[in-house]
């Protein structure tokens, strides 16, 4: 039993169909021929991607104090 990869391209060209088409995720993956729970896991890999990382507090504090308290 092999494993069956999908190319980078067609992962982003089915989320963004799964996102623009107002339609179930299960029956865009059905007409891909993706299992429905992988389809799911790019999207939600998708949604992560595009959020910022957040920035620990000491991090902004010491920013904070770098720019009001120059040494």
């Known amino acids: 039993?092999?494993?069956?990869?999908?190319?980078?391209?067609f992962r982003a060209d089915a989320?963004?169909?799964?996102r623009s088409s107002g339609r179930p995720v299960s029956r865009i993956a059905a007409e891909l021929g993706v299992n429905?729970?992988?389809l799911r896991q790019?999207?939600?890999?998708?949604?992560?991607?595009?959020?910022?990382?957040p920035?620990?507090?000491?991090?902004k504090d010491?920013?904070?104090v770098a720019l009001?308290?120059?040494v």
């Open 68 to 70: 009001c308290c120059p």
């Open 1 to 9: 039993m092999g494993t069956y990869k999908y190319s980078a391209e």
């Open 62 to 64: 010491a920013e904070i």
């Open 55 to 59: 920035v620990a507090e000491s991090t």
């Open 42 to 53: 790019w999207i939600k890999a998708g949604e992560k991607a595009e959020r910022p990382e």
């Open 15 to 18: 989320v963004a169909l799964a």
């Open 36 to 38: 429905h729970e992988t």
